[in-house]
Every structure is written in structure tokens, then in C-alpha cells.
């Protein structure tokens, strides 16, 4: 069963800086760029379906991406290039692969066997399959993406043209991936990159003070893993747990046209839940959907516009559950870590109460909140 200990160990990629050795005029995390990657890795991965005709393998796609994401939170202190120093002696790599393996066991082995071998079988296994070098490239992509904004306020940092070429260097290595070829030469799918990439700016709870800090980008994932782990441990099938994660990765994308409305201030007026709701359908309409092929915007409409329903082919209620446990626990981080507030007080007792004794699709979500107490 998930326990808080994995769920706890999800979020230290929310306080993982990222470019620390650099001037930054934004706060980079780790969260958030993960949450960007896979955004990219969704879209590379649509167009290698729509260019090549052969259909993509979603699940390991998710998995690819979770497991470089746990493996990063383990090795948060290597910097990059020494990593890859690493990885040109196999015998090193494959001891520092069993390291991290032994390091996250204990987490992994809380949704099933069969989900922890795989993360076992991620790091041992050399070679890429194409799904993997869609996550790699979607890796780079971002990174570089990054360091465009970071070089600006760090015009004449000596190790800057050996970043870049570095960067260079490791993106080439994707060059041959026709999706590759094919997003980067349509502006309209990089700038629909980009929109979703700007969530990694808004603050959730942007009127309270928190430890750590989340945007609305990271808390995406959040709810994209925790709705992923929940579909494997329920072992539904596999499209449901596929719609599941991008469900998660993508509900609160309109939020990039309206900013983090927080519930009370929905409830505070009747009907202004609804409003708002028309109003990000409306400007949906407008602004993103027409950014994207017509196949790919039922996909999107149904993970943005009705993300908490059920239906056949996704588990909706499951994703409720898993946004409500990710705002619980960055409250619960936050008084955790000495921040006092009424609204979270607030906010704890009343999510507490809500699944005191709800199972979702088998998922004991009263004995997961029982644990944090």
C-alpha cells in the first residue's frame, strides 16, 4: 500500500533547486521542471504517432519520466557533468544505478513487485527504445529552455559557453528523432509548450506564505504521479491509468488563463464556480486548442474540461482524490515547517474530514490521511 513516506519523497523535488551555481531571476526546481519535461515528452510523443503511424507506448513513457524523476531526487547533489563523467565507465554507472536503487526499494516496493522491478530494470538497462529518447529529448529540450532564461542575467559567467556547448552537445543526440524534427519547426506546438511551461511561474496559494513553495506546474505532476501510483496499485487497466496521469498533468492548464482561483473564493458567490468555468472553456477555445492538431483536442478537452468525472476509459474520482491529498499535503508541509495559518489549519480539518473513510477504486485514501496525523 502507498504510505506517506513515498508520497513525502515525491514532493523533496519541490525544494531541489536547480541552477543553483548560477544568477537567477526566477526560482528553477526540480518539480517544475519535471512537470515541463513531461508536458514536452506528451507532445513528442503524439507527433511520433501522427508522423510515423505506430503507436506509442504510454506507460512507458509515464514510467520513463517517474523514474528519472526518483532517481534525480536521490542524486540531487551530482551535478550533471559529473554524471555523465560517470556514465562513460560502465562498471561505475551500473554501482551508482544500484545505489539508487537500493535507495528508493523501500518506495517503490509500496505500489507492487511488478512496479519495482521495473524501476529496477529502468536503471540497469542500457540501450533506448524510442519511448525513452522521447523523454530524453523532451529533457534537453527543457533544460535548454531554461538556460536561455538563466543566461540572460549571467552574461559573463566564464562556464557559460561550455554549458551551452554541452547542452548542444547531448540535444544532437535526438536529432534523429522525427518528432524532434517535426516540433521543431512548428511554432504553434512550441508555443503551446511554452503556455503550459509559464504554469511553472504561478504560486498555488499565492496569498499565503508557504514552505516549500509550489507552482501550479509542479503541483500538475504531483497529481499526474500520485493518480499514476493509485491506477498501479488498484491495477486498472492500462488506459485508464495512461488518462489517469494526463489527466493529472494537464487539469488545471486553463489556470494559465485565469491564475490559481482558490476554493473559497469559487464558493464565496453563487454561481462563480460555474462562471469561472465557462470563462476558461471560452478562452480555452481561443487561445489553446487552436494550437494543437484537431486529433489531440478531444484528449485535452476531456483532461481540462470534465477532469473529474468518470468514464470508461478514465477514472476521474481517483484524480479528485489525488488533487485533494497533493493541496493536503503541501498544507501539511507548510505548518510541518512552522508556517501557522488559519486557512490551512482550515483546510487540513476539512480534507481530513472529506476522506475520513473514502476508498476510490480500492484505495484507502482515510488510511492514507490517518498516516500523516
Not at 512537470?35 to 511520433?48: D, N
Not at 562513460?88 to 507492487?112: A, G
Not at 524501476?119 to 533544460?143: C, G, M, P, Q, S
Request: aromatic residues 12%; contains cysteine; hydrophobic residues 40%.
Amino acid at each position: 500500500m502507498i504510505q506517506k513516506s513515498l508520497l513525502l519523497k515525491i514532493y523533496e523535488a519541490a525544494s531541489m533547486q536547480r541552477w543553483n551555481d548560477q544568477i537567477r531571476t526566477i526560482e528553477l526546481t526540480e518539480l517544475d521542471k519535471q512537470a515541463h519535461k513531461m508536458v514536452v515528452a506528451y507532445i513528442l510523443g503524439r507527433c511520433e504517432e501522427d508522423i510515423t503511424g505506430r503507436e506509442i507506448d504510454w506507460i512507458e513513457i509515464i514510467e520513463d519520466g517517474l523514474f528519472e524523476f526518483l532517481k534525480r531526487i536521490i542524486l540531487t547533489d551530482l551535478k550533471p557533468p559529473l554524471i555523465y563523467r560517470i556514465k562513460e565507465d560502465k562498471k561505475q554507472y551500473e554501482k551508482l544505478n544500484y545505489w539508487v536503487f537500493e535507495r528508493i526499494r523501500p518506495f517503490t516496493e509500496q505500489v507492487n513487485e511488478d512496479f519495482n522491478l521495473r524501476f529496477k530494470e529502468y536503471l540497469l538497462e542500457e540501450e533506448e527504445t524510442v519511448e525513452r529518447k522521447i523523454v530524453n529529448a523532451a529533457h534537453f529540450y527543457v533544460t535548454k529552455w531554461e538556460f536561455d532564461i538563466i543566461k540572460r542575467a549571467n552574461p559573463r559567467i566564464y562556464l557559460t559557453e561550455e554549458i551551452v556547448e554541452s547542452i548542444s552537445r547531448e540535444q544532437k543526440k535526438y536529432n534523429d528523432l522525427l518528432c524532434m524534427q517535426f516540433f521543431s519547426k512548428k511554432r504553434n506546438l512550441m508555443n503551446f509548450a511554452d503556455i503550459c511551461g509559464q504554469l511553472r511561474f504561478q504560486q498555488r496559494w499565492s496569498h499565503l506564505y508557504r514552505i516549500p513553495k509550489t507552482s501550479v506546474m509542479g503541483h500538475m505532476l504531483i497529481v499526474a504521479i500520485f493518480s499514476f501510483l493509485f491506477s498501479c496499485e488498484a491495477n486498472l487497466r492500462e488506459t485508464n491509468c495512461i488518462n489517469n496521469y494526463f489527466t493529472g498533468l494537464f487539469h488545471d492548464l486553463p489556470e494559465v488563463l485565469t491564475r490559481d482561483v482558490i476554493n473559497p473564493v469559487k464558493k464565496s458567490v453563487e454561481g462563480l464556480n460555474e462562471l469561472i468555468k465557462d470563462y476558461e472553456v471560452e478562452e480555452m477555445e481561443k487561445k489553446i486548442y487552436k494550437l494543437i492538431p484537431e486529433k489531440w483536442q478531444k484528449d485535452i478537452r476531456m483532461f481540462t474540461e470534465d477532469e473529474f468525472s468518470d468514464k470508461s476509459n478514465r477514472n476521474g474520482k481517483l484524480v479528485k482524490g489525488a488533487d485533494d491529498l497533493a493541496a493536503f499535503i503541501e498544507v501539511y508541509l507548510a505548518l510541518k515547517n512552522g508556517i501557522r495559518n488559519e486557512s490551512m489549519i482550515y483546510a487540513r480539518k476539512k480534507l481530513t474530514g472529506k476522506y475520513g473513510s473514502v476508498k476510490i477504486e480500492g484505495i484507502d485514501f482515510g488510511k492514507i490521511y490517518t498516516g500523516f496525523e
